[in-house]
């Protein structure tokens, strides 16, 4: 089977063992508001939503506003930069997983203009002196094309407390 990776055969009371990796090709309609949000992204752009209601900006952005259930359409283009809300280091090599080999940080940013987080990688950072409270900033990819690791990973803002 061409979408299927057989790793190792072992025999064990008696039976075969197939231990693989089996391929699923997908097609994933990514719905208005996450096209908007990627179409933002490779034009090196942040949007988010704004609630009608409550004004609270959401990044990524949402269909609908989790504190009041409000519908949202008012799009607003957020900062590059932010503050790292909280984060933790990975310690161990995953690459079925993980984009990066450990040790890595992700962290929760919250942009310049939003009012909440965004799960990220983080880069160029001296894992041991990263602190909740410090400016980043995202590091765009050389040729974004629409999704969200256009958005490499955020830095720390040199400089910045
Ligand atoms: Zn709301």
Redesign the pocket.
Known sequence: MENETVLEVRERDGLLIHQGVIRVPYTWAAGAVASKFYTGLRDRKIYGVR?P????VLVPPKKT?H????HLSEWVEVSHEGTLQTFTVVHYHEPELHPLKAPFAYGIIRLDGADTGMTHLIGEATLKALKEGMKMKAVFKEKPEGNYLDIQYFKPVKGAK
């Open positions: 609630c209601r409550c004004r609270h506003c504190r009041c259930f409000s």
